[in-house]
């Protein structure tokens, strides 16, 4: 085993990129959630109401509306026409996430994240087996079950029991049941699951997936020559798979990582000390060669 895969993960990064900067897109990730949320919750606990609703559905400054198309969508199938204003709102959350990469919103913008994330942290700091893994196609199928019920009921039958409506109404009206559905993610993910709501289960992270198979954000390996095999963005990736042919590819194989399941959560920039990995747009194709081989000195031939 070589010494930089033996080390902790991230461990190289902090000693070559200080601290901060092997965190970076981590720590604006977990603003990015406290930002919405607090936005949501301004209103209900402190009065100023500059965004009301929830993230199924809101309205920010009492002009700009703002829908989550898969709610819209599942309002279309059970047969209820939705309002025009939250046509308008589906339709700007859709243009913006089908640019910017639709599972942007799971890794920058979902609650559940940080429940998720958590729970891989004490996975891992357990040192339990990875479980169950169910295969990458269930939940593209709960997707399907979910515009399936919606139409058979005539209802939006996701949000009766989307955690991450219930976090946002039991954070505005208390949490009760809320608390248990969270509680029941958390322990599915750390006993039955390694990272399997997120990356297996989740219905929501499949729509945004498919949203954003086009989008113009991508991370890009541009500098795998220079990958020293410490396979430490593997093990932070919440979707490994997809990096393999972005770093792995040969000559002519594109850097980018174009997988509709990569979230753009960055980790892989973070934890990589010899900078392998960057963000940028679906057109930026090039690849880095390797470093030329430092020309030997004096000093170098008498060592």
Same mark, same amino acid.
């Given at each position: 085993?070589?010494?930089?895969?033996?080390?902790?993960?991230?461990?190289?990064? $902090?000693?070559?990129?200080?601290? =901060?900067?092997?965190?970076? +897109?981590?720590?604006?990730?977990?603003?990015?959630?406290?930002?919405?949320?607090?936005?949501?919750?301004?209103? &209900?606990?402190?009065?100023?109401?500059?965004?009301?609703?929830?993230?199924?559905?809101?309205?920010?400054?009492?002009?700009? *509306?703002?829908?989550?198309?898969?709610?819209?969508?599942?309002?279309?199938?059970?047969?209820?026409?939705?309002?025009?204003?939250? !046509? $308008?709102?589906?339709? $700007?959350?859709?243009?913006?996430?089908?640019?910017?990469?639709?599972? %942007?919103? @799971?890794?920058?913008? @979902?609650? $559940?994240?940080?429940?998720?994330?958590?729970?891989?942290?004490?996975?891992?700091?357990?040192?339990?087996?990875?479980?169950?893994?169910?295969?990458?196609?269930?939940?593209?199928?709960?997707?399907?079950?979910? !515009?399936?019920?919606?139409?058979?009921?005539?209802?939006?039958?996701?949000?009766? %029991?989307?955690?991450?409506?219930?976090?946002?109404?039991? =954070?505005?009206?208390?949490?009760? #049941?809320?608390?248990? =559905?969270?509680?029941?993610?958390?322990? +599915?993910?750390? =006993?039955?699951?390694?990272?399997?709501?997120?990356?297996?289960?989740?219905?929501?992270?499949? #729509?945004?997936?498919?949203?954003?198979?086009?989008?113009?954000?991508?991370?890009?390996?541009?500098?795998?020559?220079?990958?020293?095999?410490?396979?430490? /963005?593997?093990?932070?990736? *919440?979707?490994?798979?997809?990096?393999? &042919?972005?770093?792995?590819?040969?000559?002519?194989?594109? *850097?980018?990582?174009?997988?509709?399941? /990569?979230?753009? /959560?960055?980790?892989?920039?973070?934890? /990589?000390?010899?900078?392998?990995?960057? +963000?940028?747009?679906?057109?930026?194709?090039?690849?880095?060669?390797?470093?030329? &081989?430092?020309?030997?000195?004096?000093?170098?031939?008498?060592?």
């Amino acid at each position: 085993m070589k010494a930089s895969t033996a080390a902790p993960v991230g461990q190289e990064a $902090i000693q070559a990129k200080g601290w =901060l900067r092997a965190h970076r +897109f981590l720590i604006l990730r977990r603003l990015s959630q406290a930002v919405f949320l607090a936005l949501f919750l301004l209103g &209900p606990w402190f009065g100023l109401w500059w965004v009301t609703g929830t993230l199924a559905g809101s309205r920010s400054f009492g002009v700009l *509306p703002l829908t989550d198309p898969l709610v819209a969508l599942q309002s279309l199938v059970a047969g209820h026409w939705p309002a025009a204003t939250a !046509l $308008i709102g589906a339709g $700007i959350v859709l243009v913006t996430y089908a640019l910017i990469g639709g599972r %942007v919103y @799971c890794s920058w913008v @979902c609650p $559940i994240n940080p429940v998720t994330d958590a729970a891989h942290w004490l996975h891992d700091r357990l040192g339990l087996h990875k479980g169950w893994q169910p295969k990458r196609q269930t939940r593209l199928w709960l997707l399907g079950a979910v !515009l399936a019920v919606s139409a058979l009921t005539g209802t939006i039958a996701w949000e009766t %029991v989307n955690p991450i409506t219930m976090l946002h109404r039991g =954070l505005v009206f208390g949490m009760g #049941f809320a608390w248990a =559905l969270v509680g029941l993610v958390f322990v +599915f993910d750390l =006993l039955v699951a390694r990272r399997g709501w997120c990356g297996h289960l989740c219905p929501v992270g499949a #729509f945004y997936g498919l949203l954003g198979q086009r989008s113009l954000l991508r991370v890009s390996a541009a500098r795998r020559a220079a990958c020293d095999d410490c396979m430490d /963005c593997f093990a932070v990736c *919440p979707e490994n798979r997809v990096i393999a &042919p972005a770093l792995r590819g040969k000559d002519g194989d594109t *850097p980018l990582i174009l997988s509709p399941d /990569c979230t753009n /959560c960055g980790r892989c920039i973070d934890v /990589c000390s010899v900078d392998v990995f960057a +963000f940028t747009h679906r057109f930026d194709t090039h690849v880095e060669d390797p470093s030329p &081989p430092r020309p030997r000195t004096a000093a170098d031939q008498a060592a």
